[in-house]
């Protein structure tokens, strides 16, 4: 009887350990992002504009206590992502821009509000992936677009729901 008792105590806390949002986690939010506005030439920084426009994200995280963040690793994505990083005192992880598909498998493990500065190709093929439904490619003057992937609205599907935004400062 023992035994049972705890053979049926440990069946129990598989049960319950594999229904845990922590073994299926995945993103709440993904905000996806193309870097702010560069000066010219190979690998370029963010001009004036831009700088002021990566300055203007934080505003828009300010809501949420922690977030992470991902960035290409050029040097327009990563300083588009630095004044997040600082407020957040978290590191900017990189990935690979021509690999996004091992990237999306990347960004489903993780959980909570997940932020992503790509490029004017990657912002929209990502959110693409991520959701399963062709999004809009972005033009190589578009800077202010951007989207939310979430999972809050899609509940009883697989997959995020996508919806686009713009950025006014």
Known sequence: MKYKIILLTGVISLVTLFNSSLVFAVPDEIYLFRHSE??????PELSDTGKLRASHLVTLFKKYKKIQIYSSKYKRTLQSAALLS???NEKISTYDAGELPAFKKELLKLNGVVVVMGHSNTTPQLATLLSDKKVTPMNE????????????????KTGYSVVEHKMIF
């Open 86 to 88: 600082e407020y957040f």
């Open 141 to 156: 003057s578009e800077f202010s677009r951007y989207f939310l992937l979430s999972t809050n609205a899609n509940k009883n």
């Open 38 to 43: 560069k000066l010219a030439g190979k690998n």
